[in-house]
């Protein structure tokens, strides 16, 4: 999002200084040097310099203007791109078989991070209820630290919670954002019969369903080690935590906060992890540690790094049995 500010600002920048040195010109006023007219175009206004030499008649005959539609065009190439790489919701489907009575189909969101997907998150809800799911779980980072708009977040909550019940454990960034607009959002989410499950489980009947919030991941001792009477599905922000969830006898987890990698280069892998370790050995699918088998979903939003490139928006159906 950060970017699309940027983009709808640098353009309306340039636009308007296209139309007030042509108004500059008429009036024999001091003019805006062409070099300051080439660099919003530059910084990417291209689309707006160009609209503007377009609509007020200027500079349409300087050779030195010719560069403009040629960066235009080369914007709108890698606007398209950028938006589809960064928009493209898909799906991936696991099968986890954990002995059940009864088959159960989790949907997992991750990492949202206030990206918006349609009015009101209306594609990401379509997604989610073409999924048919029995629950629905967000593995933390539905807001964003740098971009704190509950709204967005919120209005997506709305959504779900008329699909299938919602359970959600806070990641990284509901931790960065301790304060009263996070306690306020977390009521919120209350009210709406949203499972807050940082650091507590609920016995599902066939199945546990335990969660860890972010801020207890280093030093955790909320509950004991469950017992084998039950398999035990756990949600946990942060992947890296694996022994932990091992030794608290978590049979699944579903997890996030990587991101993918932000940037997958075919045949290497994701490129950097939220801690900046470079092309990190683990940045997404399902791998077992031990007894315990890890989910790591790429998520959907982004962060600090605004692009995500090979690296799709991804939605996690979990099929257990
Ligand atoms: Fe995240």
């Known amino acids: 999002m950060i970017l699309v500010y940027w983009l709808v600002l640098v353009n309306l920048i340039a636009f308007v200084m296209y139309g007030l040195d042509k108004a500059y010109a008429k009036k024999g006023a001091r003019r ?4 300051s007219l080439l660099f919003w175009a530059w910084i990417g206004g291209s689309i707006g310099a160009f609209l503007g030499m377009k609509l007020f008649h200027h500079k349409t005959l300087k050779v030195k203007f ?8 080369l914007e709108i190439v890698i606007c398209g ?7 493209h919701l898909t799906v991936t489907e696991y099968e986890a078989d954990l002995g059940l009575e009864n088959d159960l189909t989790i949907v997992q969101v991750s990492d949202l991070h206030n990206q ?3 009015i ?3 594609a990401l ?10 629950l629905i779980v967000v593995t933390g980072d539905a807001v964003d630290k740098t971009h704190t708009s509950y709204s967005i977040s919120l209005s997506f909550f709305k959504g779900a919670v008329k699909i299938a019940p919602v359970y959600y454990i806070t990641g990284n960034h509901e931790v960065f954002l301790r304060g009263p607009k996070t306690d306020a959002f977390m009521d919120d989410l209350r009210a709406l019969g949203v ?15 335990a969660g860890i919030g ?3 991941l280093g030093s955790f001792n909320a509950y004991g080690p469950f017992s084998d009477e039950k398999p035990v599905i756990m949600l946990a922000h942060e992947p890296q935590y694996h022994s932990l969830y091992e030794s608290l006898g978590a049979d699944l987890v579903l997890t996030g906060h990587f991101h993918g990698g932000q940037i997958i280069i075919p045949g290497v892998g994701g490129l950097v992890s939220p801690e900046f370790e470079f092309l990190p050995d683990y940045y997404e699918g399902m791998r077992s540690f031990g007894s315990t088998t890890v989910i790591l979903s790429r998520g959907l939003g982004n962060s600090i790094i605004p692009v995500r490139i090979n690296n799709y928006p991804e939605l996690v159906v979990v099929k257990v049995h």
């Open 120 to 122: 009101g998150e209306s």
């Open 81 to 87: 791109f950028c938006l589809y790489q960064n928009y």
């Open 214 to 216: 972010d801020a207890s």
């Open 32 to 35: 805006i040097p062409e070099r």
């Open 195 to 209: 499972v807050i499950l940082d650091d507590t489980y609920v016995d599902m009947g066939g199945y546990v369903l």
């Open 116 to 118: 918006i997907f349609g």
């Open 66 to 73: 010719v560069v403009v539609p040629v960066l235009a065009v």
């Open 125 to 134: 809800l379509k997604k989610i209820e073409a999924a048919d799911p029995d």
